[in-house]
């Protein structure tokens, strides 16, 4: 199971720390993804890392902006996001996947948070 949390309201050019909490003993071994699903619009790839931690993959929308990372002490992974724009708004949902190679494609994750959301005001 996945659990994600830390969303709210906050302003254009502000910070939020996503957090998405694994249960189960082989949590550490899958590879993670954040997505995102602003209103009227599909859901879309954010960011991803790999099980090990070495490889990370971002959105080009997000490059230089957001940064994954996970803890294995406390199988979390986060999302660091800076200096927020308003087109951020959206519940982001975090997830799991089984998957040899980390992906961008939301059907090859097996596990899915509940979605926290995000509204950037300008």
């Known amino acids: 199971q996945l659990q994600a949390s830390g969303g709210g309201l906050v302003q254009a050019g502000g910070s939020l720390r996503l957090s998405c909490a694994a249960s189960?003993?082989?949590?550490?071994?899958?590879?993670m993804g954040w997505f995102r699903q602003a209103p009227g619009k599909e859901r879309e790839f954010v960011a991803a890392i790999t099980w090990s931690g070495s490889g990370k993959y971002y959105a080009d929308s997000v490059k230089g902006r957001f940064t994954i990372s996970r803890d294995y002490a406390k199988n979390t992974a986060y999302l660091q996001m800076n200096s927020l724009k308003s087109e951020d708004t959206a519940v982001y949902y975090c997830?799991?996947?089984?998957?040899?190679?980390?992906?961008?494609?939301?059907?090859?994750?097996?596990?899915w948070g509940q979605g926290t959301l995000v509204t950037v005001s300008s």
């Open positions: 189960g003993r082989t949590a550490n071994s899958y590879n």
């Open positions: 997830a799991a996947a089984r998957t040899a190679m980390v992906t961008r494609t939301s059907t090859r994750y097996d596990y």
